[in-house]
C-alpha cells in the first residue's frame, strides 16, 4: 500500500481476534497502518496470524472473562507499542441456548460473563490508558439481536442489547476525556461460528454465504471484512465526531424488514383498499 494509511501511528488490541470479525479487523486494521495485539484463547491459531502478518502484531493469550488477561493485553499494547489507541472487544460466543424455561443456569452465567464481563473488562482497562492521555477509540461487538428480539437466543439477545447501553453509557462518561465510545451490530456474517450454528459445521462456509446471501435484502453474504470496515472507519479520524453510536451492517435487514413487495406491484391488500374507499 502506498501513502500513509488512515490507522498510521495507531495501536489497536482486538479481542477475539483469531478468527471470523476478529482476524478480519485484524488484517484491515495491519493494511491501514496500525499495530495491533492479538488477544484470543485460540493460542495457535493466534500465534499464527502474528507470525504471518510480522512486527506489527502480537499474539497474547486473553480470556475475556479474566481481569487479569484483559489488564495483560492492555498492558502489552503499552510496553511493546508505546501507546493504546483502539480497543476493539469483540470476542463472543452464541453461549446459552434454548427455551427460557429450558435454559440451563451455569451456560446462561458463562454467556454473560464472556458477552458482557468482557466488554465491561475491557472498556474498563482501555479507559485506564486512554484517559490519561485523553485519545482513544473503544469498539464493541454488538449484534442485530441488540437492535430487535427472536434474532438470537435469549441469552445472547440480552448481552447483546446490553453491550449497546454500556456503550451509551460509557460514551457520556469519556466524552470530556476525548474517548470516543461506539458499537457496531452485525447481521449475518459468514463465519465459522455462523457456520456452526447454521449447519453444526464450522467448515461449510459456502453453504453459510448462499443462505445468507438468500435471506438479505441486498442479495449478498456480510463477510468478515465488512465489518472490519466499519470498526476501521469508526477507529479512524474520519469518525472524529461520532462517539455513543451503534453502526448497524446487516444489509438492511433490521430496517427494511419486508421484501418490497409494494414497491413493485399493486397488490390485492392495497385493491381492496381502493374499492372500499370508492364505495
Not at 482476524?23 to 491501514?32: K, L
Not at 463477510?223 to 466499519?230: E, H, R, S, V
Amino acid at each position: 500500500m502506498s501513502g500513509q494509511g488512515r490507522l498510521e501511528g495507531r495501536v489497536a488490541v482486538i479481542t477475539g481476534a483469531a478468527s471470523g470479525i476478529g482476524e478480519g479487523t485484524v488484517r484491515r486494521f495491519i493494511q491501514e497502518g496500525a499495530k495491533v495485539i492479538i488477544a484470543d484463547v485460540q493460542d495457535a491459531p493466534g500465534a499464527a496470524l502474528a507470525k504471518e502478518l510480522g512486527s506489527a502484531t502480537r499474539f497474547v493469550h486473553t480470556d475475556v472473562t479474566s481481569e487479569d488477561d484483559v489488564a495483560r493485553a492492555i498492558d502489552l499494547a503499552v510496553s511493546e507499542f508505546g501507546q493504546l489507541d483502539i480497543m476493539f472487544n469483540n470476542a463472543g460466543i452464541v453461549g446459552a441456548v434454548g427455551r427460557i424455561a429450558d435454559t440451563n443456569s451455569d451456560q446462561w452465567d458463562r454467556t454473560v460473563a464472556i458477552l458482557m464481563r468482557g466488554i465491561f473488562l475491557g472498556m474498563k482497562h482501555a479507559s485506564r490508558v486512554m484517559v490519561p492521555r485523553q485519545s482513544g477509540v473503544i469498539l464493541s461487538t454488538s449484534s442485530t439481536a441488540g437492535i430487535q428480539g427472536g434474532l438470537g437466543p435469549h441469552c445472547y439477545t440480552a448481552c447483546k442489547h446490553a453491550v449497546i447501553g454500556l456503550t451509551k453509557s460509557v460514551a457520556s462518561e469519556l466524552a470530556q476525556h476525548h474517548v470516543r465510545v461506539n458499537a457496531i451490530s452485525p447481521g449475518n456474517t459468514a463465519t465459522a461460528m455462523t457456520s456452526a450454528v447454521m449447519s453444526g459445521d464450522p467448515t461449510t462456509l459456502d453453504i453459510t454465504m448462499h443462505h445468507i446471501a438468500s435471506t438479505s435484502p441486498l442479495g449478498i453474504a456480510g463477510l468478515p471484512i465488512d465489518i472490519a470496515n466499519a470498526a476501521l472507519y469508526l477507529a479512524s479520524d474520519e469518525a472524529r465526531y461520532i462517539t455513543g453510536h451503534t453502526l448497524v451492517v446487516d444489509s438492511g435487514q433490521t430496517v427494511i424488514g419486508g421484501n418490497g413487495r409494494f414497491h413493485q406491484q399493486e397488490s390485492a391488500l392495497l385493491r381492496e383498499a381502493g374499492i372500499r374507499e370508492k364505495g
